[in-house]
C-alpha cells in the first residue's frame, strides 16, 4: 500500500485558481489509477477527476469540464489538478485517491470504492 499526501489548497475569491499537489508514493507510474475527489460538508464524497498514471486516458465530471485539469509527472511520482474559474461550490476537502491497479480507470463513472489509497485531504474555499 502507498502513501498519499495532498498540497495547494486555500481560499480565493470566485473566478480565481488553485493548483493542487499530491505526493504518491509506493504506486507504479505504469499500472496505477489516480483521482481528485472532493466532499463538501454535509455532502457525499464526489468524483473529480481521474487519470492513469501512466499518462493519456483523463476522466472528469461534469460540472468541472472545461475548468480543471488533472496530470501527472511520473519522474517526481506527483499529481496535479489544475483548478480554473473556481466557483463557490467548488468549495469543500479535496482528497487525493490511487489504485494500484489500472483497472480501476476503466470504469464509466468515477466512484469511491474504486480506489483503495487516500490522502488527509487539502481543503478549498471559494467565495464569491
Known amino acids: 500500500q502507498g502513501q498519499l499526501a495532498e498540497s495547494g489548497g486555500g481560499s480565493v475569491q470566485a473566478g480565481g485558481s488553485l493548483r493542487l499537489s499530491c505526493t504518491a508514493s509506493?504506486?507504479?507510474?505504469?499500472?496505477?489509477?489516480m483521482a481528485w475527489f472532493r466532499q463538501a460538508p454535509g455532502k457525499e464524497r464526489e468524483g473529480v477527476a481521474r487519470?492513469?498514471?501512466?499518462?493519456?486516458?483523463?476522466y472528469y465530471t461534469d460540472s468541472v469540464k472545461g475548468r480543471f485539469t488533472i496530470s501527472q509527472d511520473n519522474a517526481k511520482g506527483m499529481v496535479y489538478l489544475q483548478m480554473n474559474n473556481l466557483q463557490p461550490e467548488d468549495s469543500g476537502m479535496y482528497y487525493c485517491?490511487?489504485?494500484?491497479?489500472?483497472?480501476?480507470?476503466?470504469?464509466?463513472?468515477?466512484?469511491?470504492?474504486?480506489?483503495?489509497?487516500w490522502g488527509q485531504g487539502t481543503q478549498v474555499t471559494v467565495s464569491s
Open positions: 485517491a490511487a489504485n494500484a491497479y489500472v483497472s480501476a480507470c476503466r470504469g464509466p463513472n468515477l466512484v469511491q470504492h474504486d480506489f483503495t489509497g
Open positions: 487519470i492513469v498514471h501512466s499518462g493519456g486516458s483523463t
Open positions: 509506493g504506486y507504479s507510474s505504469s499500472r496505477s489509477c
